[in-house]
Nanobody
Framework: QVQLVESGGGLVQAGGSLRLSCAASGRAFSSYSIAWFRQAPGKEREFVAGVTWSGRYTDYAESVKGRFTISRDNAKNTVYLEMSSLKPEDTAVYYC?????????????????WGQGTKVTVSS
């Protein structure tokens, strides 16, 4: 019961930075845990980062720890993914997802709503 729209993707050189945004509309945005997933060509969708509704807990895939930061601004109904030290292997379509469950990391099947995705391309 929440609609999500991602933005901020684009083309960036390796070592560069991007900030993705996930804007939400609908009822009780702050009641949802939010996560970022990504899907590279020919690969399965994978968890990247997640945050609980309160912002108290976050979780990250090992491949992005220390480089990506997830945060949320409930007053703006927006979740961010700050990405730095980008690598070519970060190239993917990035999706945000929402769940009523209070966990920072869930399986893809446990998320209730998904955005359309925003494409990130990291060149070498």
């Amino acid at each position: 019961q929440v609609q999500l729209v991602e933005s901020g993707g684009g083309l960036v050189q390796a070592g560069g930075s991007l900030r993705l945004s996930c804007a939400a509309s609908g009822r009780a945005f702050s009641s949802y845990s939010i996560a970022w997933f990504r899907q590279a060509p020919g690969k399965e969708r994978e968890f990247v980062a997640g945050v609980t509704w309160s912002g108290r807990y976050t979780d990250y895939a090992e491949s992005v720890k220390g480089r990506f930061t997830i945060s949320r601004d409930n007053a703006k109904n927006t979740v961010y993914l700050e990405m730095s030290s980008l690598k070519p292997e970060d190239t993917a379509v990035y999706y945000c997802a929402a769940s009523v469950r209070i966990k920072a990391r869930l399986t893809a099947e446990e998320y209730d709503s998904w955005g359309q995705g925003t494409k990130v391309t990291v060149s070498s």
